[in-house]
């Protein structure tokens, strides 16, 4: 199994990164495919997850509105679009899938939102 994330990088409060995660080695149009953060000195979070055939997606209180999950099975790719960034949102994103006893994980992608 393989996670690849991309689309991190610094950008100004209000603006906009659209993340992507590229998978392999698995049906990836089987499984739940879900992104965390992590801030320096804190937890790793729960972002946003999309389940793998309806589309239905969730997201943590602190994104609901701004970002947006999707995926796209033909691609084996899943996205996390994110709008109206603030400082708080700078962290490590990583890409998550629940394969296996303990899942998978990408190597992350440094998101920073400052001026």
């Known amino acids: 199994v393989q996670l690849v994330e991309s689309g991190g990088g610094l950008v100004q409060p209000g603006g906009s990164l659209r993340l992507s995660c590229a998978a392999s080695?698995?049906?990836?149009?089987?499984?739940?495919m879900i992104w965390y953060r992590q801030a320096p000195g804190k937890e790793r979070e729960l972002v946003a997850s999309?389940?793998?055939?309806?589309?239905?997606?969730n997201y943590a209180d602190s994104v609901k509105g701004r970002f947006t999950i999707s995926r796209d099975n033909a691609k084996n790719t899943v996205y996390l679009q994110m709008n109206s960034l603030k400082p708080e949102d700078t962290a490590v994103y990583y890409c998550?899938?629940?394969?296996?006893?303990?899942?998978?994980w990408g190597q992350g992608t440094q998101v920073t939102v400052s001026s």
């Open positions: 998550h899938a629940p394969t296996g006893l303990l899942g998978s």
């Open positions: 080695g698995f049906t990836f149009s089987s499984y739940a």
């Open positions: 999309i389940n793998s055939r309806s589309g239905t997606t």
